[in-house]
Nanobody, 130 residues
Framework: QVELVESGGGLVQPGDSLRLSCAPS????????MGWFRQAPGKEREFVAA????????AYANSVKDRFSISRDNAKNSVYLQMNSLKPEDTAVYYC???????????????????????WGQGIQVTVSS
């Protein structure tokens, strides 16, 4: 069983930056395709960003495309979501997601689909407010 632990959330002001981290246990990161999703109060969970197993492919939601960046460091067994120019509408619980089946897909495949991820973190709160 793969467990995911997110860290780095918190309260920031509009325009600030924040970096979320996600570390898997039970299976090394190098075997996992990874994604970030978020759920704002009263809304459904939505896709934010994803990165392929190789790191050669990434995908972003249009709402974050020019502000957020996903990366992975297999040596540190961690995936990151760098969030810049944060807005109040970025306020949400952010979830890290993973699946090992992506290892059999194209090296650039970065899934944007929630149902393709079997493993989920507990979620971490990000609040953007002045």
């Amino acid at each position: 069983q793969v467990e995911l632990v997110e860290s780095g959330g918190g309260l920031v002001q509009p325009g600030d930056s924040l970096r979320l981290s996600c570390a898997p246990s039970g299976l090394a990161l190098r075997w996992l395709g990874m994604g970030w999703f978020r759920q704002a109060p009263g809304k459904e969970r939505e896709f934010v960003a994803a990165i392929s197993v190789s790191g050669g492919g990434t995908a972003y939601a249009n709402s974050v495309k020019d502000r957020f960046s996903i990366s992975r460091d297999n040596a540190k067994n961690s995936v990151y979501l760098q969030m810049n120019s944060l807005k109040p509408e970025d306020t949400a619980v952010y979830y890290c997601a993973a699946d090992s089946r992506f290892a059999y897909a194209s090296g650039t495949y970065a899934s944007t689909t929630q149902r393709e991820y079997r493993y989920w973190g507990q979620g971490i709160q990000v609040t953007v407010s002045s």
